[in-house]
């Protein structure tokens, strides 16, 4: 029995949606009939991976971070609790509130009563279910604790929800107050110094340097101002293609890593979700190579990805985690220490646990410095251009006053 989604109209023309299980879609045009609606559109919901899908029907299914967590622990709790499975999701639909949650949810109930195991059922909605949690979940069933796995990873998506907010609050206040700056400065150079200047097109004194370039400055971004518009346009176009290749986009990253405060940040930041990564799925039961592999996917800087990868193949041949981690230098000594003495001591998933809390604290702490300093270089700046565009306006004027007198 599968999860259909229909499209119907009711006796007074009233276009009705919702969800229905049956066999077959003639099925559920059947149901709807006997309950006098009449079917315009039924497909089942069920989501299949393959080229031919539509990029429309993946974004639909698509499930938040927020949703993802709290279906998860929704489902622990029933399972726990002795719910069956296939019970315990229709339990967890019926109580959500959002169509597209209950909407996925469905259409994982019908593969369950197919036959088909948790993972393969989730595996059908690739977009709603990222490759770490079926792989966990596989894995949760395998070893007969699917309940306290379901918990993990809803602990692990929460803290990756929390690494994403710090990386975000990182960047918006600064990007924010740069974007208000710039405003400032575009809205004095258009609007209030032209009026200014005006003052001084009657005198036939020589300007200062500063105040000339303050009026050739306001001439190009009223006349050219479009044009530089559409010229930083273009260039962040020109650039985003370049570095989309792999090589750029391999040597944009690394150049990334050596910058001083932002190398750090994205250091700690691909650090942390690497470790989580690791430690849920080592915690579950996942095998090490299949675990590596999926951490490094998580991975966004490509030099620190292909660090994990080109590891993966030297734990494969006989070498430790943290040995074979250590020959980038990509990571911080103090994980590969921990890691290092996870593998000696038998607690491979706690010393992950610790070193993604060490390097989550190193990620605040380098967030609250960003944060804390960006604010006040930004007014210095402001403060700069204030001054210079004063000076370019009082310096003409002090001019005419030494001459009239």
Not at 235 to 249: E, H, L, M, N, T
């Amino acid at each position: 029995m599968a999860a259909f989604e229909y499209k119907a109209y009711d006796a007074s023309g009233k276009e009705l949606k919702g969800l229905l299980e049956g066999d077959t879609a003639k099925q559920v045009r059947r149901q709807l009939r006997e309950r006098s609606l009449i079917p315009i559109e039924v497909s089942e919901v069920a989501q299949k991976k393959n080229k031919d899908q539509p990029q429309e029907a993946g974004s639909k299914n698509k499930l938040s971070i927020t949703e993802l967590t709290l279906v998860t622990r929704q489902l622990a709790t029933m399972l726990r609790a002795g719910t069956p499975l296939d019970e315990a999701i229709q339990a967890v639909a019926e109580q959500t509130e959002s169509p597209k949650v209950q909407r996925v949810l469905m259409g994982v109930r019908s593969k369950v009563l197919e036959g088909h195991t948790l993972a393969d059922s989730i595996g059908t909605f690739p977009n709603a279910f990222p490759d770490i949690y079926r792989s966990t979940v596989g894995a949760g069933e395998t070893s007969g604790h699917l309940d306290r796995v379901l918990e993990h990873l809803a602990e692990y998506t929460e803290k990756q929800h929390a690494i994403r907010q710090k990386v975000m609050q990182a960047f918006i206040y600064p990007a924010f107050l740069t974007f208000v700056a710039i405003g400032i400065v575009v809205f004095l150079m258009v609007s209030i110094v032209p009026k200014l200047v005006g003052i001084f097109e009657d005198t036939e004194q020589e300007l200062p340097f500063i105040t000339r370039a303050l009026i050739n400055a306001s001439d190009f971004l009223q006349n050219y101002g479009i044009f530089l518009l559409i010229g930083i346009a273009v260039g962040v176009f020109i650039f985003r293609i370049i570095f989309s290749q792999p090589d750029a986009k391999r040597k944009l990253h690394r150049f990334y890593l050596k910058l001083p405060v932002f190398g750090r940040f994205i250091r700690c930041n691909n650090t942390a979700q690497f470790a989580n990564t690791l430690s849920i799925m080592a915690a579950s039961g996942v095998p090490i190579l299949t675990a590596l592999q999926t951490a490094a996917s998580v991975i966004t800087n490509m030099p620190m990805r292909e660090a994990v990868e080109e590891a993966t193949d030297r734990v494969r041949e006989g070498a430790s985690i943290g040995k074979s981690l250590a020959i980038s230098k990509l990571f911080p000594p103090m994980t590969m220490h921990l890691i290092k003495i996870g593998e000696a001591s038998g607690e491979l998933e706690d010393m992950l646990g610790r070193a993604a809390e060490n390097q989550e604290r190193e990620l605040e702490t380098i967030r609250s410095v960003l944060t804390s300093l960006m604010g006040p270089v930004m007014i210095l700046m402001m403060g700069g251009v204030v001054v210079m565009i004063v000076l370019a306006i009082l310096l003409p004027i002090m001019s005419l006053n030494d001459l009239s007198a």
